[in-house]
């Protein structure tokens, strides 16, 4: 057995992938805030120099740096209280230096990535399948809450992640590389025609185009064959969640409802990826 191999048994991949995930978790939760930021500033510098003004002058900002802080009192993160889950539990939720309250968010962005990386691994075992699984994962978990929140689904994202499934789908970790083209491109276009039609018919738009990306990259990882069941599940999750999201803010029906529905194609994706087949067999025997 190689210096490695040990990683590669059951009872311990798994649980490996579990602790690199919730590390992965923490580094989503500075994508989560930050990317938005970052994109902000850019159209702001595009619409100056579009006008002819100077570029607003804003301190740097990126994914690396500067060192993450309070936003209330300004106080630098330390690495001791940077550990995943247990710096935030130890700190009862509470910045160490103000007593500001911090958002239950970030404890669970960290669990979900590390659960996610644990069951791809037990799922899909030491495979390129597990990689990739844990990589949608990861990639759907940042795309979910960045549109919950602003509405955005970054092509620094999207895009990156279609190359991603194409590359995952090379030997067919999940399904033949053709079927894994077919599938980008259905799933962009299902969207397209979607979002066409009902603007036709409405004159307002129903949906973003990063939804289309996204849906591209699912089909890029899943393949053509899974997309309908992906569409199904989003949509009912989607009016599930959208109808108590309505009724929570408002009381009542608001026909004017930002309906955001990455987070609902992140949710159909997921179970389509982990459960899909097992889905489609129970289906097709019913039938």
Excluded at 58 to 78: D, F, K, N, W, Y
Excluded at 121 to 126: C, D, N, Q, V
Excluded at 132 to 142: D, P, Q, R, S
């Amino acid at each position: 057995m190689s210096s490695f191999g040990w990683l590669a048994q059951p009872a311990v991949l798994p649980w490996f992938a579990f602790g690199f995930g919730l590390c992965i978790g923490s580094f989503l939760n500075v994508v989560i805030h930050r990317l938005p930021k970052m994109m902000e500033r850019e159209w702001r510098a595009e619409c100056a120099e579009l006008a002819g003004q100077p570029a607003p002058q804003e301190p740097p900002l990126s994914l690396v740096s500067p060192r993450s802080r309070c936003p209330s009192c300004g106080h630098a993160i330390t690495a001791i209280e940077n550990i995943p889950l247990i710096s935030w539990a130890v700190l009862r939720g509470k910045c160490s230096s103000c007593g500001t309250k911090i958002s239950a968010r970030y404890p669970l962005v960290e669990f979900l990535a590390g659960v996610g990386a644990a069951y791809s691994a037990w799922r899909f075992g030491p495979t390129a399948a597990a990689l990739g699984g844990a990589l949608f994962v990861w990639f759907t978990i940042a795309l979910a809450f960045i549109d919950q929140e602003t509405g955005l689904l970054p092509d620094d994202l999207t895009l990156p992640l279609v190359w991603v499934g194409l590359l995952v789908n090379l030997r067919g970790a999940f399904v033949p590389l053709p079927e894994a083209v077919m599938g980008a491109v259905a799933g962009y276009l299902v969207l397209w025609l979607v979002y066409w039609g009902f603007k036709l018919v409405t004159g307002k738009e129903g949906m973003g185009y990063g939804d289309f990306k996204m849906n591209a990259a699912v089909g890029a990882f899943l393949g053509w064959k899974m997309l309908p069941l992906v569409i199904l599940l989003s949509s009912l999750v989607g009016l599930a969640f959208g109808a108590l999201q309505m009724f929570a803010a408002r009381g009542k029906w608001d026909a004017g409802f930002k309906f955001h529905f990455g987070p609902y194609i992140a949710i159909a994706a997921l179970v389509a990826l982990f459960w899909g087949e097992p889905i489609l067999r129970w289906y097709l025997n019913q039938l």
